[in-house]
RNA sequence: GCCACUGUGGCUUAGGGGUAUAGCGUCGCCUUGGUAAGGCGAAGGUCGGGGGUUCAAUUCCCCCCAGUGGCUCCA
């Protein structure tokens, strides 16, 4: 007999050759919930039989790891449908990912209409109901299951020794190379629905082989497959580019290009703002301003690197008279030649040198996305020239600012990644890797005495140092990168950056830090208004103050309202039109001032306002003069809560 | 750049081989009003651009352009 001990903290005791969904079963009934199950910590299939004693957790389909076992055997459902479908598909890989799951095919690309007949096919073997037999073979046994495929023996080749062997499963007439574990069979996967299609590189290498990727989602029940769309429903009204077009805050025409959007006056006051903000903060820091031309002659980017390691993203030369120029994609070959204009001495250091402006980046047309991604980026950016020894503290207080702002602004949800070069692909990189390990080694060790919690991610630095990389999720779930923090290793060898140090003598092991702890202008703005959906808090709001009348005769009454207002910087506007009161607020709730005042006969009488929040709840006769310093002071403090209703 | 999809008045959208819906918005008139659609009326579109098929194309086909999702890339 097997002693078997589950959750419920008791042992129990099976015959030997007993399956895993058995126990289940028998423990917690037909209807438990659970897809497959942890033996002793090892994720198994129902199918899996017991010959020894061990512990047994059932892992339920409602629960993160039963969705991802859901998702990877959803794939498996896809792949047969396809293959039955169109018999010249060669599966590759199908893995589960967040929220969903894919599979790329070798095949002619496919559209909706295909994946219409792909999810019917896929109903039909779920009607089926199919079982998911794990098989276990020898690795020539599995060569010749596979013979017909390359991509799986390619990933024999790679990933399973030559002579280990592995499993495959199988389904019906389909069978698939895999490691499991699956769920017992295709019933499970009633609640899924296709979501789209992609091209995709086989190995995600954009030399190899285009193949097409399916993707969908898999649930355990209609409640959940239900709650997700809905709450894509949801994510959508976030959108940066839906509110961006109500509120006007940019607009992109084709006649201008595309990625070259246009701030409109609403947007321009939000990226003041957040540039007033950057300033003040900086002038704290320690840092100087300057101006750079945005063009610059090949010399300097040949100095730099960009030509040899960022061609690509930058827009094609202008030949001009006296040589060819190019639009700066980055301000650091031009700060480090601020930094070489004159002699500098340890005195000096660390030196930060900001720029408020816009480099233009030649990004792939298919990449543009709003303002999330654009040609043109404005960006609050500097770079910090300092010695070894300052590097910490430098990183630390940039570190730092980030965390600032983001609280400043409300943000919660973001995470850091220690972006690293790929010595696989040096060609992307200044190739000095003695320099690469020892900077990102400095960098590791400065995150983890700062204490701060990162990922990290190979194949992500700079083509001149590694990073620290702020992420964040966009309102659909994509992620970006958005603040920066760059070590560059590379810049004082190429621009002879140098100082005098205590002793008199010429130090040349000056380091560049490049940080831009705003992101860009275009990609906050992009975020700040699908995190707050367009309700910004009050200092960077548009429209801080929508004056509404309830009548013509109180237009007076609302005209000096709006002039103390403006007496105290306060951004207001009136509208005192012939219009209902209720009409009036269903039009101006568009642009979500931050409050909207209504003043009518009791208001006027006595010098008070009627305030009315975003969510409508209202604070009606207050003086103006308290309404006056309340919205003041909330301006002054750049407070992220509104707090006057 | 690659794959798929989409493109109809300022915005949201119906339609689909016989030059086109509706709502919001705009404008005018009525209404003088108290918190997310008061009433009536009007203007506004070479159906993204260019070719082709056809007696006839906004609709079908091809090529561009732009947008959306994804891949690659990246702030």
Known sequence: ??????????????????????????????????????????????????????????????????????????????????????????PTIGPPIENGFYYDFKMDPVGDEDLKKIEKKMHEHIRANHTLTREEHDNETLRGMFAKNPFKIEIMNDKIGMDVGSSAYRQGNFVDLCLGPHVPSTSYLRWFKLTGTSQAYWKGDSSNESLVRIYGMCFYSKDELRERERQIEEAKKRDHKKIGKEMELYMIDEMIGKGLPVWLPNGEILKSEIERFAIETEEHYGYQRVTTPVLAKRQLFEASGHLPHYADGMYPPMEMDDGTYYLKAMNCPMHHLVYANKKRSYRDLPLRIAEYGTV???????????????????????????????????????????????????????????????????????????????????????????????????????????????????????????????????????????????????????????????????????????????????????????????????????GEVASRLREHKVRVEVDDSDSTIGRKIRTHRKMRPAYMLIIGDGEAADGTVSIRARNGDQRNGVPLEDFIAGVTKEIKNRSSKLSLV
């Open 360 to 558: 233009y980046r030649n990004e792939l047309s298919g990449t543009l996305a709003g303002l999330l991604r654009v040609r043109m980026l404005s960006m609050n950016d500097a770079h910090i020239y300092c010695t070894i020894d300052q590097v910490a503290q430098e990183v630390g207080s940039n570190v730092k600012m980030v965390q600032d702002y983001y609280a400043a602004f409300g943000f919660e949800d973001y995470s850091f990644r220690l972006s690293l070069w790929d010595p696989e692909r040096t060609e992307k990189y200044i190739d000095q890797p003695e320099n690469w390990k020892k900077s990102e080694d400095r960098l590791r060790q400065i995150m983890d005495d700062l204490g701060v919690v990162y990922t990290e991610s190979v194949g992500e630095a700079a083509f001149y140092g590694p990073k620290v990389d702020i992420q964040f999720k966009t309102a659909l779930g994509r992620e970006e990168s958005m603040s920066t923090i760059q070590l560059d290793f590379a810049a004082k060898e190429r621009f002879g950056l140098s100082y005098m140090d205590e002793n008199g003598n010429q130090n040349d092991e000056v380091l560049v830090i490049h940080r831009a702890p705003l992101s860009t202008h275009e990609r906050f703005v992009a975020f700040l208004t699908e995190h707050w959906m367009g309700n910004f808090p009050t200092w960077i709001s548009p429209t801080q103050v929508q004056i509404i009348t309830i009548s013509e005769r109180h237009a007076d009454y609302a």
């Open 1 to 90: 007999m097997l002693k078997i001990s589950l959750p419920d903290g008791l042992l129990h005791e099976y015959a030997s050759g007993i399956t895993v969904g058995e126990i289940v079963r028998n423990a917690y009934g037909k209807k438990s919930g659970a897809v497959a199950a942890l033996v002793s910590g090892e994720e198994r299939d129902f199918s899996y039989v017991l010959e020894q004693d061990c512990d047994i957790e059932p892992i339920l389909g409602e629960t993160e790891a039963g969705r991802y076992i859901l998702r990877h055997s959803c794939a498996h459902l896809l792949a047969q449908a396809v293959v039955e479908i169109y018999p010249e598909a060669q």
